[in-house]
Structure formats: C-alpha cells, structure tokens
C-alpha cells in the first residue's frame, strides 16, 4: 500500500514539494490553541491554512502545491471524495483569490544565454586543447555546453550517466532514463551532433571528458567535487565524488563559464542569467532554425504553449508581423 501511495505521484512531487508542504502544515496545527487534528483535517483549518500559504506565496503554483498536498493526504487516508476539504466552497475561493492576485506570471525569469558568449566563455576556460586544461574545468565547460545544445534541465543533466552514452561518426546519443514529462517512465533520447568548431564541439567535450576521467559504467558523466579539498590542493588535484553533481555546484559551473566570456562579476550576473538560460538560449535559436515539432521533441516539451515560454524573440521579428499587413 505504502509503495503504491508513493507511485501515484512523480517522486520530484514528494521529495520537491509535498513533503515540505507537509510539515508545514503539521506544525501549524499543532500551534493552534487547542491543537487541531492534522488527518482528515475540518474545512476550516485547510481553509486556515490556504490562506496563510497565499498571504506568504511569490507565485500561485506554492498555493496550488498545497491545496494538491492536502487532497493528496485525505485521498491517502480514504476519506470520500465529496467530504475532502479542500473541496469546500470556502477552499475554492482561497485558490481563486490567490490565482488572481499572484497571477500565472513567471518570477524571476532569466535571459536566455546567447551562444557567442557561451562560446566565449568555454574557450577561455579549457583554451586550445581539451588535454592540458584541469578536469574539473573541461567538466563545468562540457556541462554547460551540452546543457545548451540538448536543451536540458538540471534534473535531465544529472541523470546522464557514462553507459548511457553513445557515440557515432556524426552524433552521440544520450538516453536519460528518467526527464520531466515521461509519463509513463520509457526514458528519452537526445541526439547531439557533431559541431564544426573542434575545440567546442560538445561530441568531442564529452569523449575527452571521459578519457581524462577513466569513467566506466554507471557512473555519472558530470560529478560533483569536494570543494574542502579544492581550497588548499588547487582545481588540478580536485577530487570528484562520484556522485551527480549538486544544483549549487551546477550554478558555480554555468557562472564560471559566463564570466569568463564577459568579464563581468558572478554576482552581478546572477541578477540576469541562471541554469535555465542554457535551455532558453538554445531554444531561441532553434526554434527559428528547424520544424517545430523537432523543436518540441528535442526539449521534451508537454506542450507547445510549454515551449512557446522558452522563446525570446527579438524586436525586429515582432516588428515584422506589422509591416507584413504591407500599409
């Protein structure tokens, strides 16, 4: 049953969302005077709650998390449909009024990054051979790049590991085992090509990665490090962990990279890009560049309007549609 209850939800739902949800609300029940019991839970606690959640909430997607954690907790403990409380009239309007004020709007959405900086940034750190630069820096430059041109999350990123890496004349193919959208957990695969600027082709970025590292196996393509270590031995004897590496550590890459090329604080970069920017930045490249429905598959999008979120067009392209009237 327990194995069962855990299924029913992706495990970035709980381990991302739900269970912080979750404590939260034990903790606010618990803090009533009297107590109140957290499960089944009456309408005007869930209520209580709700609104404490929008009263503090940036955007509607946490208010939205919680009235989802709370169906989810009564749906689990076999309490009718018709008398979960997150059902009541009062409830709905909570979710309304949230919807309404904080909006659908993304917060603190990033620029896409550009590919001429991207470029940049990678020949700086590794300069004209893969082989002389430190691991770790051909690392962070091949993560970044293949980020780019696979138009991959942090999650899918992660998840790429050495055996599931194939190479061709022409491309290499990575099968991600699990990516966000894979419903019914079948994996995906991502095609990159061969590029025809050498040094930063990501093709050959990934086989010397591999090379240098000695990685065999599942073992995971880009590992984190131990940054104790890293403060007194220096990035060439920087020990790798074998592990996947952290989104902190992801983050520390892409800025490394970024400021290489434009010569600009990390911290005020933070303020424009972010890991995302990598999977905007490709996606406004090519979704001018192939037929839409390639574009939709290469970035595992759910849906058009998904993917349409991931675009920046430019002012002359959207000038263009008036001057196409012909006044």
Not at 123 to 134: F, H, N, Q, R, V
Not at 299 to 310: E, L, M, V
Request: glycine residues 8%.
């Amino acid at each position: 049953m327990r194995a069962a209850a855990v299924s029913s939800r992706a495990p970035g739902t709980w381990s991302n969302s739900y269970t912080s949800l979750l404590a939260r609300f034990v903790a606010f029940c618990r803090a009533r005077e009297p107590p109140r019991q957290v499960c089944p839970a009456d309408c005007m606690t869930v209520c209580l709650f709700l609104q404490l959640v929008a009263m503090q909430a940036n955007t509607y997607s946490v208010v939205k998390s919680a009235s989802g954690m709370l169906f989810t907790l009564h749906e689990l403990a076999m309490v009718p449909l018709g008398s979960n409380p997150t059902k009541c009239g009062m409830a709905k309007v909570i979710r309304a009024a949230a919807k309404r004020r904080l909006g659908l709007k993304l917060v603190n959405q990033k620029d896409p990054l550009p590919f001429e900086v991207l470029r940049a940034g990678v020949l700086c750190m590794i300069g004209s051979s893969w082989d002389t630069c430190p691991l770790i820096v051909l690392s962070w430059a091949t993560m970044v790049m293949v980020m780019w041109c696979g138009l991959l999350r942090y999650s899918d990123m992660r998840n790429i590991f050495v055996c599931c890496v194939k190479f061709f004349p022409s491309h290499m193919e990575i099968f991600l085992c699990k990516r966000k959208n894979d419903q019914f957990r079948r994996g995906d695969m991502v095609f990159v090509g061969r590029g025809a600027h050498a040094t930063s082709c990501p093709v050959g970025m990934v086989q010397a990665l591999i090379r240098r590292g000695g990685f065999k196996g599942r073992v995971p393509l880009f590992q984190g490090w131990d940054g104790r270590v890293a403060r007194w031995r220096g990035l060439d004897g920087l020990v790798l962990s074998g592990m996947p590496v952290s989104y902190d550590q992801c983050r520390v890459a892409f800025f490394r990279v970024v400021s290489k090329a434009t010569a600009r604080p990390e911290d005020e970069l933070r303020a424009q890009f972010g890991t995302q920017s990598c999977r905007s930045g490709g996606a406004t490249v090519l979704a001018h560049r192939v037929e839409f429905r390639l574009f939709q598959q290469h970035g595992a999008w759910a849906s058009a309007s998904s993917a349409h979120r991931y675009i920046q067009d430019s002012v002359e392209d959207r000038v263009a549609v008036s001057l196409a009237l012909g006044y």
